[in-house]
């Protein structure tokens, strides 16, 4: 096994748009708390795509893999995307969500879940450069070893250690003309609870000695600035 690692970097973008707290707060669900701050947040959503695509504009040679928490997010997200991602999640857990994402308009006919044998056959691909662009949720945080992927877009907004720790470990491997891996964070500094959680992340980044960058999307020029 291939054990040596990269130094990591971290881009950090505010996002200043969304649901505050004094409307989270109404909700007694965690998942439509989230859903509301994070899933369904439109502004936010653009804000992570337009950053991709920025990236995709910069180095056209990179792959891309952005990370959400639950194919609800992994829906709405791929909406803004760009066409080229492919959408690997697993199956949605039970007929009720399914249900759910109907109900939400997130799913169609044309909607296709990734069942086991289609993940290995992506994950595959993807170790191999066949396919450059992919939005993944928990399914690929585990037993995959992508060593030539250098850009990692955390659109999770969650504050699970684990994660962060899994989810460096797609962008830390080396590979020949490989220097560093990053990762793309979200500050979510519209609302103080996801504000907090961006805060515990940021810690766990500043413990394992990643270098963090602020940066600010101006979307009007199109370019991120310093």
């Not at 939005?135 to 037993?143: D, Y």
């Not at 992508?146 to 955390?154: A, D, G, Q």
């Not at 250690?161 to 491997?173: C, F, K, M, N, Y």
Request: glycine share 4%; proline share 3%; hydrophobic share 30%.
């Amino acid at each position: 096994a291939n054990n040596s690692v990269v130094q990591i970097e971290v881009d950090v973008y505010d996002c200043p748009s969304g649901p505050a707290q004094s409307e989270t707060s109404k909700l007694s669900s965690t998942v439509d708390k989230e859903r509301l701050a994070i899933w369904s947040n439109s502004y936010r959503n653009k804000l992570v795509a337009d950053v991709v695509r920025e990236e995709m504009r910069l180095f056209p040679s990179e792959q891309i893999l952005v990370y959400v928490d639950k194919i609800e997010h992994a829906l709405y997200l791929k909406r803004e995307l760009p066409p080229e991602f492919i959408m690997v999640t697993g199956e949605p857990d039970d007929e009720e969500r399914i249900d759910t994402l109907r109900g939400l308009g997130l799913i169609t006919s044309e909607t296709v879940f990734t069942d086991r044998k289609a993940r290995k056959a992506y994950q595959t691909q993807f170790e191999n450069k066949e396919i450059k662009y992919v939005i993944c949720n928990k399914v690929w945080q585990k037993g995959v070893s992508f060593n030539h992927l250098s850009l990692l877009v955390r659109a999770d907004g969650s504050s699970s250690e684990i994660t962060t720790v899994q989810a460096s470990g797609r962008v830390s491997r080396t590979a020949d003309g490989k220097s560093v891996g990053r990762v793309i964070d979200f500050r979510d500094s519209f609302n103080a609870n996801w504000t907090n959680k961006y805060k515990s992340r940021l810690e766990d980044y500043t413990e394992n000695g990643w270098k963090i960058t602020h940066k600010t999307y101006v979307r009007t020029a199109q370019t991120p600035t310093k």
